[in-house]
């Protein structure tokens, strides 16, 4: 497989979701459900899924695709993830922070990955062994290496209290320098940035995380889940510049 010309078709998805998710937002006509989760749900997210699944089945018959909309289709050694709007409670209330995810990846492991966040006029991307770029410039984590120096994303304590993170989330907290509620994947391509030292989340599904994994490993970070397990289907995530992620997977873990 040419990974290089898989990010080239994977940067022309993210076009194509652009496309779709600028013309909606911000428009009175957007329509909006809510799902079985209680979790709103907008056109542009059905309709920029539909359209990308449509393009990888003419362009890769035998990939698999899961999406968060339209759940898993195909079989395979590679899959496409997609999460065709990230943050669409934000996108329904007309704030510019949300994204559409791509992710190419082989035996559960991510190995192309674009977050466009075209309301930011931003694009992260990386393929894997070639480095991590935001706007075609290359990225690379912090050098923080102390936590009382360390700038922490969450989304929220009551995600941590809800899962068992509690204790282990505010004592993290309360350890680092300062704590931001970036949200969503925002909190992860800041890290690969280096704006951003660590980024947890006690709860998250594999389509939210898939691009963002390889993302944060080729800017130079580390990505795990919060038993540790180097996945995007873990069901949790940290993300770091690396230096602090066994401390960080301690006081998660045992609080402490």
């Avoid at 010309?5 to 979701?17: G, H, I, N, R, S």
């Avoid at 209680?38 to 990939?63: F, K, Q, Y």
Wanted: charge should be negative; charged fraction near 25%; proline fraction near 3%.
């Amino acid at each position: 497989m040419d990974l290089a010309a898989e990010l080239e078709f994977a940067l022309a998805l993210a076009d194509m979701a652009d496309e779709v998710t600028m013309a909606g937002f911000r428009s009175r006509d957007l329509q909006v459900t809510t799902k079985p989760d209680m979790t709103p749900v907008s056109e542009a997210d059905r309709e920029v899924e539909r359209r990308l699944r449509e393009r990888i089945a003419g362009e890769h018959p035998d990939h698999a695709v899961l999406g968060e909309e339209f759940g898993l289709s195909g079989s395979g050694e590679w899959t496409w993830i997609i999460d065709p709007i990230d943050a669409t409670k934000n996108y329904v209330r007309g704030i510019p922070v949300f994204a559409t995810l791509i992710a190419l990846t082989r035996s559960g492991r991510s190995e192309v990955g674009v977050v466009t966040a075209p309301a930011l006029h931003r694009r992260w991307w990386a393929g894997r062994g070639d480095g991590a770029f935001l706007n075609g410039d290359p990225i690379h984590v912090s050098g923080v290496s102390e936590l009382t120096d360390a700038q922490l994303s969450i989304n929220s304590l009551l995600d941590f209290d809800k899962h068992r993170f509690g204790e282990g989330g505010r004592r993290l907290s309360e350890r680092c320098w300062r704590t931001r509620g970036f949200g969503d994947f925002w909190s992860h391509v800041l890290v690969a940035e280096g704006g951003v030292d660590v980024a947890a989340e006690p709860v998250v599904s594999a389509w939210d995380l898939a691009a963002l994994q390889v993302i944060v490993e080729e800017a130079g970070g580390h990505f795990t889940d919060f038993s540790g397990a180097g996945k995007y289907d873990g069901g949790s995530a940290i993300s770091s510049n690396g230096l602090l992620h066994d401390e960080v997977l301690a006081i998660l873990q045992h609080g402490r």
